[in-house]
């Protein structure tokens, strides 16, 4: 029998060991088409074997005990490839196939573990980290690794905002809940097409405010208004949150209702607009031509912002770009010196555009059915939204892309 203490571990531990940089080899044992579309990454990228478990396994009949199978698998086909000195993660899908691998190599004498509940564990892992903790408020960002998606939770006073919660809100009510706060607001800086939001289900039906731009409030593919409960905002609004100021500013491109959060003059919420890495990409309403110089206008205006307002975006697409407590933020002086996508904004509107429609990366057809699903046009069950939701978020333009133009 597994001895569970030793031969598993959570997300939340693997998470710890990659952002502590701990000797880990991970061994994924899933196909390689899912291999190719997303794996367990950490902010310091361990070395990573993909060897689907169809190919090792030659189960010589019926009878033969699994265990035994697999150790005869590894042995003709992995040893080589495998690392003495490090711990050993295996992984598959949903944490069943490789608990056999585990065992197998533990019984040849490696140092391994399982990861309980596989990728899709880990896709459903979040964690929380403090980006600001002062006498008026305090702002957390919320990390969902897997799919690059980052939320935010301000709280002051007993109250909570929440911007660009993803579907499995209880993380978000947890958080209020250990700060002591009531979420007062939930707030969407867009209508998203790669993850299911959790704005509507987190503002109960209407029970709390839940914020989206009404350009966004309708499905730009079909134009059908969106079904749910909405207070729509605008560009300059402004709420107060118990001690803290939540000013909106409406910047289209990525879509016709993008809007930023700039909390106390000073945390820019982004969204999809300005990331770390790159910029937006403005192709997910079918219309790059014309929203991409609405992109432009929109990036221009927000340079102009302080070189000290701190950007923190609603995705991140390099893991590795994390500072060491894993959270995803830098001034906005320093993205004009180093982000690719913003630096084209001084060649001007024509070559900005152009760079914009060569950089395009592929159009996940997912996309089209996430936004349906979050303007309430459709009402998917948990297998679907985790099938919409296989793979790593691709709401920026290409990074490849970007270094050829940059
Ligand atoms: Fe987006």
Redesign the pocket.
Known sequence: MLDKVTTTANPQQVWDWLLRDEPLFILDLRNRDEFARWRVEGPHPPPTLNAPYFELLDLEGDEEDVTAAVMRGVRARLLPQLPAGRRILALCAEGNTSAYVAEGLRRLGFDAVNMAGGMEAWGNFYYAQTVEQNARYALYQVVRPARGCLSHVLVSDGRAAVFDPARHIEHYRQLAATLEARIERVLDT?L???HISGGPALGAGGHIPYHLHPYDAIHPMDMLPARIDYAPLRDGETFRLGQAEIRTLHYPG??LGMVAFLIDGRYLLS??SLFLESI?RPD?GGRAEAWAPLLYESLQRMSALPDTTVVLP??FSDITVADGAGVFRTTLGELKRSNPGLRQLAGGREKFCAYILASLPEFPPAYVEIKRANAGLAAPDERTMQELELGR?I?ALTQAAGGQHG
């Open positions: 867009h998203h097409a790669d990525h879509t969204g999809d937006a997910l609603a995705h978020n709401c």
